[in-house]
């Protein structure tokens, strides 16, 4: 429930300048040009306006603020809980992997990035966000954007496993390899996974500082028998 003086001013002007008036036509008619600014209100028998409420700017309905937690997006609009965790179903994914170590972390359009450890907001090294392209009217992909003094290595399609094109495997045993630790790669590296409308498959990129992409190209050929050409090939 919202107190009226923290109504934004808008509506508390519109709820000022409509007066004492009780008719049940005339409070309705308020509430609709309420809502338009997303917030609404209840009000009793005599007409005389109670409780106010915000409304979620996605599914409009009312939250009430006692109760229910009250979620803000990146460009503050306000969201409640089911459609909070309905924006966080369709998660883009970034692993930093550095010495064995790595940090996992989704992104959402609504919310941005979030680590998965802690739950908390978070810019990960490498990778400022995704924009969303679409190929044609239904298919589309999200397309990973790399921050400034960083460079991708490799970028194109990967399949899971259960999929019988085996030249990706190369690239999924690479990644499998250092991000599960089991390889330790002294360079900083970047992988960025981007949902697809394809469920099959995600846009993937291998991001690295630019500086360190010639000694991390001979780290690659000398422990790990690989060129990037290779792990390149095996994106197409
Ligand atoms: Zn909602």
Redesign the pocket.
């Known amino acids: 429930m919202n107190n009226f003086e923290n109504l934004p001013s808008e509506v508390q002007i519109l709820i000022e300048n409509f007066g004492d008036e009780t008719g049940y036509d005339k409070l309705e008619e308020l509430k609709k040009q309420v809502e338009e600014h997303g917030y609404t209100f209840e009000y009793g028998l005599d007409g005389i306006i109670t409780d106010f409420y915000t409304l ?6 009312e ?1 009430n603020e006692d109760r229910d937690p009250v979620y803000f997006t990146k460009s503050g609009e306000v ?6 965790s ?1 924006a966080w179903k369709y998660a883009n994914t970034v692993i930093v992997c550095q010495n064995g170590e790595n940090k996992k972390y989704i992104w959402c359009q609504e919310f941005g990035f979030r680590d998965t450890e802690w739950w908390e907001e978070a810019s990960p090294n490498g990778v400022e966000g995704f924009n969303y392209v679409r190929t044609d009217g239904w298919r589309g992909y999200w397309d990973t954007v790399v921050e400034d003094g960083y460079t991708t290595l490799a970028s194109g399609w990967s399949t899971g496993r259960w999929s019988d094109v085996t030249w990706k495997h190369k690239f999924n045993d690479f990644v499998d390899s250092i991000a599960d630790g089991e390889v330790e790669c002294p360079f900083e590296l970047i992988f960025s996974f981007g949902l697809t409308s394809n469920v099959f498959s995600t846009s993937s990129d291998v991001i690295i500082r630019e500086s360190k992409l010639e000694a991390f190209t001979e780290w690659l050929a000398e422990e790990m028998g690989t060129t990037l050409e290779e792990i390149r090939h095996s994106l197409v």
């Open positions: 979620c700017s996605c599914c409009k309905k939250i969201y409640c809980e089911s459609c909070e309905e």
